[in-house]
């Protein structure tokens, strides 16, 4: 569910509509929690004193409507206190969770009039039943990333795939998942996971493979155009996250001073060095 500019049967406090005059309907909202619960912090208040009233009669009260495409998660949620808490269990939401936040019926509501309405509706009445939106607040969105969830490691973000076109470049990547795909040619592919079975060669493996399709992502997220396409994938917010952990903001990624190279490196923790390490070990088990 999401609110949307519309017209409404009867006057509605919102910021896409002049219904009521001088008044704001403007809650705050804050996202919180544990490992077996995301808490949802409400604090509601309106200017306008015709709802102010509807709720203290119990009429109306506060509503957030929670939802979550990815597990079809729904929950609408009512309290008359300007401040109020909703628990939801993590296993029941996961990555993007949209939020509409309002001001509802609760009953039914004769002849509701008010000085506070627009001067379209003076000496009008209207008849509200149960359910109706009386305010309503821009939507907002919250991502439900576990923290034990295994694409919150930078590695696991990259998965390499055979990629059975003929004429197959060595390597493409993809960006259109939660991974990023790099795509390998079929003989290249079969070589890596050979190799890859052996642990002194991981680092130069992730030098020749993952940096490259690292440093193209970043050059993605430099765009503020490409980079609104890629929001609610997970490893952009990987990505996003280490790099902040890394004092850069990715919305100011193009002006940080570093190159997509550099910071590539740096995300996956300098695997040229490593690499070189690790074959140094490799000759040195070739001569013993």
């Known amino acids: 569910m999401q609110i949307k500019p519309r017209f409404y049967p009867h006057p509605v406090l919102a910021w896409f509509s002049d219904d009521y005059r001088n008044a704001m309907f403007q809650p705050a909202f804050e996202v919180g929690g544990n490992k077996g619960f995301y808490k949802i912090r409400m604090t509601c208040r309106t200017s306008s004193k015709s709802l102010n009233r509807l709720i203290s009669e119990g009429r109306a009260a506060y509503a957030i409507h929670v939802e979550c495409p990815a597990t079809r998660y729904r929950a609408f949620f009512t309290s008359t206190d300007e401040s109020f808490e909703v628990d939801i269990p993590v296993a029941e939401i996961d990555a993007k969770v949209e939020v509409c936040r309002l001001i509802v019926a609760t009953q039914e509501v004769l002849n509701y009039a008010s000085d506070e309405f627009h001067a379209d509706f003076t000496g009008r ?24 969830d295994e694409l919150a490691k930078l590695p696991s973000i990259f998965s390499i795939r055979r990629s059975h076109k003929d004429d197959a470049p060595p390597l493409s990547v993809d960006l259109s998942g939660d991974r990023i795909a790099v795509y390998l040619a079929s003989a290249t592919h079969d070589r890596f996971i050979s190799l890859n079975s052996d642990e002194l060669l991981r680092s130069t493996l992730s030098a020749s493979v993952l940096v490259p399709a690292l440093v193209y992502a970043l050059e993605k997220m430099m765009h ?62 070739m001569e013993d």
Do not use: C, M
């Open 125 to 148: 009445s209207f008849r509200l039943i149960k359910g109706d939106s009386l305010a309503v607040a821009e939507d907002i969105v919250f991502y439900a990333d576990k923290k034990d």
């Open 224 to 285: 503020e155009e490409e980079r609104e396409a890629l929001l609610d994938l997970r490893w952009y917010r990987t990505i996003t996250r280490k790099l902040k952990d890394l004092g850069v903001n990715v919305e100011s990624l193009a002006e940080s001073g570093e190159s997509s190279v550099v910071l590539s490196n740096k995300l996956i923790g300098d695997p040229l060095h490593n690499s070189l390490e690790d074959l140094t070990q490799v000759l040195q088990r």
